[in-house]
C-alpha cells in the first residue's frame, strides 16, 4: 500500500514537472553586414505549422533578447523593425539555445529598376493627434526629452515656452499620466531621449469631457511621451556637480526609479548661474533666454504615479523652490497723451527677493466597475517672498522735467492657493447615456506687510518736495464653489444631446491699511491710519448657469452646437472708509459651435466658435489708491462689468507617413466687448482726488474701465520636410498678427494697433547619436500705430538665431557649442542691442559604457550677454533692459545613472499603444 501511495505521489508532482520542463531563446539583432545593434526591434515566437504567437517581446538597447519559458517544439521566430525587412527563422526548442547575431536588412523599393532604401517613418496623423517615432530622431546617447521634442516638425522654443502647432504647450504626460504637473520643463528634463519610443501631441479635453464623452471645448496642448517598453522597468537618471570662477557652483541630480506602473522621479538643484530648473543637458544655459537678474535657487520635487489595484490610478507630484533674486533694470515709457509732446517716464530699479515656493498637485481616478468612476485632483500651492527693492524714476515733457521719486521698499508676501475637483459619471446600460456630477472649492490668501519711504519732487508749475514714510498691510482672502450636473442621451445612431446645468459662488474680501510712521522708532513705531490710502472691501459672485448642446457625429466629420444661458449677480461692498453697495445682474447667452472634417487617414482640420463672461477680479475692483509710485497712482474700479468675449479658430493638420512632409496651421481671431482696459488720467495741475489726495501735475492715475473694441488676430503655419541628402530635417514657419487694444487718456479714446510679421527656419541633423545639431533663426517685424498720438508710432525689428551642436569628436572627447544671435532695431535709444552669447564646452567620456563625462566649459565667452525687451501696452510703450549673469568658467562632472530590466513581454507592448 505504501508503494503505491510513493508511485501516485511521483506521477502527480514528478510527471507533471518533467512535460512542463521549459528553456530560452536568446539573440542579438543587428543591422546586416554592419556592427549597429537595434534596440526596440520586435520579437514574435509563432506555432509551427499554424503561426499562433505564443510568446514576444522587444529587444533591449543593445538589440539582445531573451524569451522565457519556451516548451519544447518547432518555432517561427519572427523578427521586425520599422524601416526593415522582416527576418524569419524556424527553430527547433530542445534545449536553451542562444541563436546568435540576426542581422535586418533595410527595406528597398523597386522604381524603374533603380533600388532606394526606404527612409524610416518619422510619423503619422491619426485624428487630431500626431504621432511620431522616436527612433527616427537622432539625438546624442544623453540626450534629454526636450532635445528630442524640439526636433519634431511644428514644435520650437520661444520666449521660454515650448510651442507645438502654433500653441503652448501645457502639460506632459508620460505614457498618459501626468508627470510634474504643468511644469513642462522639468517634466521634459527628468526623462533622457533614450528611454522615449514615441511622442503624440494632442489637444486633451477636460476632465468632464473626457468622463461624459460631450466635448466642453476646453483644450490643453498635451504632449504624450510613450516609452520602451524595455525602458519601463529599472532605475536611470543623470548627476552632475561643476564648480567655477567667481565661486560659481552647481548640484543636480534626477532619478526615475519606473517598476511598470509604479514611477517615482526625484530630482534636486543648487545653483548660482541663474539655472532654475533642473536641466540634463550639458549647455544648461541654452534652455531659456537670458534670466534676468542674478539668481540663487535650490529645488526639491518628487512625482509619483502608480496603479493601486486594477480600478485605483494615483498620479501626483510635488515641488520645492527657493530662490533669491538680485536684479537691475531700467526701463523708458512714452506715454499715450492727447498732445503730440508726449510724456516720457524713465526708471532705474534695484531688487533683492527671496522666495520659497511649495506646490503640490494629485490626480486619483478610481473606476469603480465599467459604468462607474470617480475622479478627485487637489491641488495646493504657497509662497513667502521677502522683498528689499528700491527705484528712482523721473517723468519729463516737451516743458522739461515734470516730477521725480526716489523709494526704498521693504516687503514680507505670503499667497496661498488650495483647490479640490471631484467628478462622479455613471454610463447606461444605453450606449450615450451618461450622467456627471461635479464639485469644485477653491480658498485663497493674501498677506503683504511692508515698509516704504519716498522722496518725491514735483518741478512744475513750482517745485515742491514730499517726503513719506509708511507701513502698508493687504489681507485678502477669498474662497469659491461650484457644482454641476450633466446628463447625455443618445439621438438617432449618430447623435448625442447634452443638458447641463451649474451654479457657483466667490466670495472675496480685502482690506489695505496705510500707516504714516510718525517717528523714527523702528522696533516701536508711532503709526497714524491714513484713510485716504486704506479701504476694507467685499465682493461676492453668483452664477446659475444652463446649457442645451448636440452632437452628431459620422466617420470623417464631427459637428456640435451648444447655447448657453448665464444669470450672474456682482455684488460690491465697501465697509471702510465710507460705507456703499453696488449690485448689478448680467444675462448672457454665450452660443458655440464646432466642426471637425477627417479629409484623410493623415489629413484633418477643425474651426469652432467660442464665448465667454469674465468677471473682474478683487484687484481691479476694490477702489482704493495704490501709491507704490507716487508719480503713478493706481485704484479699482468697483463699477466694473462682466467682459464678453467671442473666439474663432481654426487648426489644420496633415502628416505623410509615406515622405514625411507635414503642415501645420493655426489661426484665432478674438473680439472682445466691455474688455477691462486702463484709463490714464495725466494731471496737466494740480487736481485733488476722492479722499483728499493730491495728484501733482505730471503726475498720473490707472484706473480700469470697460471699453469696447479689444481685438486679436494671430496665426502660424509650419512646413517640415526631412532632407535626405544631408540626413536633416528643415521645418520653415511664419505667422502673423494684429492687435488692436482700447484705452482711456484723459477721457479720449484712443486705440493702440500692433502688427507682427514673423519667419523661421530651422535645420536639425539626424545623422547618428555621434554628432547633433541645430540650426534656426527666426524674424519678426512689427509696426505700432496709436490713434491718438501719432508720434508713437513706429516699427521695430528682430531676429534671434541660434547654433547647437554636439559632437563625439574621437576617443569619447565631447565638444559643445551653444551660439544664440539677437538683433533688435527700432528701440529706443540705447535698446538696440546686437548681441552674440557664446557658451561652449569640451568634456571626456569616462567609464564603462561612457556612462560619465568631465567638462570644462564657458558661459558667455564674448562677454555681450544682455537683456533688451519691449513692451506694448494700451496706456504705453515700453523699453526696458535687466542685469544678466556675466562669463564664467566652469569644471564639472555628469554620470548618467542606467539599469534596466530585460524588455517586458508582448503583452505589455500591445496594451500599452492599444490604450
Avoid at 523597386?110 to 526606404?118: G, M, Q, R
Wanted: no cysteine.
Amino acid at each position: 500500500m505504501k508503494s503505491y501511495l510513493y508511485l501516485f505521489l511521483f506521477f502527480l508532482f514528478a510527471v507533471p514537472n518533467l512535460s512542463a520542463q521549459t528553456y530560452s531563446v536568446k539573440g542579438r539583432v543587428k543591422q546586416a553586414g554592419t556592427e549597429i545593434t537595434i534596440p526596440n526591434a520586435t520579437i514574435l515566437l509563432q506555432n509551427l505549422p499554424d503561426s499562433i504567437q505564443v510568446d514576444g517581446m522587444i529587444s533591449d538597447l543593445d538589440g539582445e533578447f531573451e524569451i522565457t519559458n519556451v516548451k519544447n517544439g518547432e518555432y517561427l521566430l519572427k523578427i521586425q523593425y520599422l524601416g526593415y525587412e522582416n527576418l524569419y527563422r524556424s527553430i527547433n526548442v530542445t534545449q536553451d539555445m542562444d541563436i546568435g547575431v540576426l542581422g535586418l536588412k533595410e527595406e528597398a523599393t523597386a522604381l524603374d529598376e533603380v533600388t532606394i532604401s526606404a527612409r524610416r517613418s518619422q510619423g503619422e496623423q491619426k485624428g487630431d493627434t500626431t504621432l511620431y517615432n522616436a527612433d527616427a530622431f537622432k539625438t546624442m546617447k544623453d540626450a534629454s526629452a526636450q532635445t528630442l521634442i524640439e526636433k519634431l516638425p511644428g514644435v520650437i522654443s520661444q520666449d521660454g515656452s515650448l510651442q507645438a502647432q502654433g500653441e503652448a504647450i501645457t502639460q506632459v504626460l508620460v505614457d498618459g499620466k501626468p508627470f510634474f504637473g504643468g511644469d513642462v520643463r522639468t517634466a521634459l528634463q527628468n526623462l533622457p531621449a533614450e528611454v522615449i519610443q514615441g511622442v503624440e501631441i494632442f489637444d486633451q479635453k477636460s476632465d468632464k469631457a473626457l468622463l461624459s464623452g460631450f466635448d466642453d471645448g476646453e483644450r490643453m496642448k498635451t504632449i504624450n511621451i510613450i516609452t520602451k517598453p524595455n525602458r519601463r522597468k529599472g532605475i536611470f537618471g543623470k548627476a552632475t556637480a561643476g564648480f567655477g570662477t567667481d565661486d560659481r557652483y552647481l548640484a543636480g541630480a534626477s532619478i526615475n526609479s519606473f517598476n511598470e506602473d509604479q514611477r517615482i522621479t526625484v530630482t534636486g538643484l543648487s545653483n548660482n548661474i541663474n539655472v532654475l530648473d533642473y536641466s540634463s543637458d550639458a549647455n544648461i544655459q541654452s534652455n531659456n533666454r537670458p534670466q534676468n537678474g542674478i539668481v540663487n535657487t535650490n529645488i526639491l520635487g518628487i512625482n509619483y504615479s502608480d496603479n493601486w489595484g486594477e480600478k485605483i490610478k494615483i498620479s501626483g507630484s510635488y515641488q520645492y523652490n527657493h530662490r533669491k533674486n538680485t536684479n537691475e533694470s531700467s526701463l523708458i515709457r512714452e506715454y499715450v497723451t492727447s498732445a503730440n509732446s508726449g510724456q516720457i517716464y524713465t526708471e532705474d530699479s534695484r531688487e533683492t527677493r527671496t522666495r520659497q515656493d511649495h506646490r503640490f498637485d494629485m490626480r486619483l481616478e478610481y473606476n469603480i466597475n465599467e459604468n462607474n468612476r470617480i475622479l478627485y485632483r487637489p491641488r495646493f500651492s504657497a509662497s513667502f517672498e521677502n522683498e528689499n527693492s528700491g527705484f528712482f524714476g523721473e517723468s519729463v515733457n516737451a516743458e522739461g522735467p515734470l516730477n521725480q521719486t526716489e523709494n526704498i521698499r521693504t516687503a514680507e508676501n505670503e499667497d496661498y492657493d488650495m483647490f479640490h475637483r471631484l467628478f462622479y459619471s455613471h454610463k447606461f446600460s444605453k450606449e450615450g447615456r451618461t450622467i456627471t456630477l461635479s464639485a469644485n472649492t477653491g480658498s485663497h490668501g493674501n498677506n503683504d506687510n511692508a515698509l516704504r519711504t519716498a522722496t518725491n519732487i514735483y518741478f512744475q508749475p513750482n517745485e515742491r518736495s514730499e517726503i513719506i514714510n509708511q507701513n502698508i498691510t493687504r489681507d485678502r482672502n477669498g474662497y469659491d464653489w461650484e457644482t454641476g450636473i450633466s446628463y447625455t442621451e443618445p439621438l438617432g445612431k449618430n447623435g448625442q444631446m447634452e443638458l447641463e446645468y451649474e451654479v457657483g459662488n466667490r466670495f472675496n474680501d480685502s482690506d489695505q491699511l496705510t500707516f504714516d510712521i510718525l517717528n523714527d522708532d523702528i522696533s516701536n513705531p508711532n503709526l497714524e491710519l491714513d484713510t485716504a490710502l486704506s479701504n476694507s472691501f467685499e465682493s461676492k459672485y453668483l452664477r446659475h448657469e444652463v446649457e442645451l448642446g448636440y452632437q452628431y457625429q459620422l466617420e470623417k466629420l464631427k459637428f456640435q452646437a451648444e447655447l448657453q444661458y448665464q444669470n450672474a449677480n456682482l455684488n460690491n461692498d465697501q465697509l471702510f472708509p465710507a460705507v456703499g453697495t453696488i449690485d448689478r445682474t448680467f444675462e448672457s447667452f454665450m452660443p458655440t459651435i464646432r466642426f471637425d472634417y477627417t479629409i484623410s487617414p493623415t489629413t484633418n482640420f477643425e474651426i469652432d466658435y467660442d464665448t465667454d463672461v469674465d468677471a473682474p477680479s478683487v484687484g481691479q475692483l476694490q477702489n482704493v489708491i495704490d501709491n507704490s509710485n507716487p508719480l503713478q497712482l493706481r485704484t479699482g474700479n468697483p463699477n466694473l462689468d462682466q467682459s464678453y468675449s467671442n473666439r474663432i479658430r481654426f487648426r489644420f493638420r496633415s502628416n505623410n507617413p509615406e515622405n514625411d512632409r507635414s503642415w501645420f496651421v493655426f489661426a484665432q481671431y478674438n473680439l472682445t466687448e466691455n474688455a477691462v482696459s486702463n484709463s490714464t488720467f495725466t494731471a496737466e495741475e494740480a487736481t485733488e482726488l476722492p479722499g483728499g489726495i493730491i495728484l501733482e501735475k505730471g503726475s498720473q492715475l490707472f484706473r480700469p474701465v470697460n471699453l469696447d473694441g479689444y481685438k486679436d488676430f494671430r496665426s502660424w503655419v509650419s512646413y517640415g520636410i526631412p532632407l535626405d541628402f544631408v540626413k536633416s530635417n528643415f521645418n520653415i514657419n511664419g505667422g502673423f498678427s494684429n492687435t488692436k487694444r482700447p484705452g482711456m487718456v484723459n477721457n479720449q479714446i484712443s486705440f493702440n494697433n500692433s502688427q507682427r510679421i514673423s519667419t523661421g527656419i530651422s535645420l536639425s541633423s539626424n545623422i547618428s547619436d555621434q554628432v547633433d545639431f541645430n540650426i534656426s533663426t527666426r524674424f519678426s517685424f512689427n509696426n505700432v500705430e496709436n490713434t491718438l498720438n501719432e508720434s508713437l508710432n513706429n516699427n521695430f525689428y528682430n531676429q534671434r538665431s541660434r547654433l547647437n551642436l554636439s559632437w563625439i569628436i574621437w576617443e569619447g572627447f565631447v565638444y559643445r557649442l551653444d551660439v544664440n544671435h539677437q538683433l533688435n532695431s527700432g528701440l529706443s535709444e540705447g535698446f538696440d542691442a546686437n548681441v552674440v552669447l557664446m557658451n561652449m564646452s569640451l568634456g571626456k567620456k569616462v567609464f564603462a559604457n561612457q556612462r560619465g563625462e568631465i567638462s570644462l566649459s564657458v558661459y558667455d565667452l564674448l562677454g555681450q550677454n544682455r537683456s533688451v525687451y519691449r513692451n506694448v501696452t494700451d496706456a504705453f510703450v515700453e523699453d526696458g533692459q535687466n542685469n544678466v549673469m556675466q562669463r564664467y568658467f566652469m569644471l564639472s562632472f555628469t554620470y548618467n545613472i542606467r539599469h534596466f530590466n530585460k524588455g517586458t513581454d508582448m503583452d505589455d507592448y500591445n496594451e500599452l499603444y492599444n490604450n
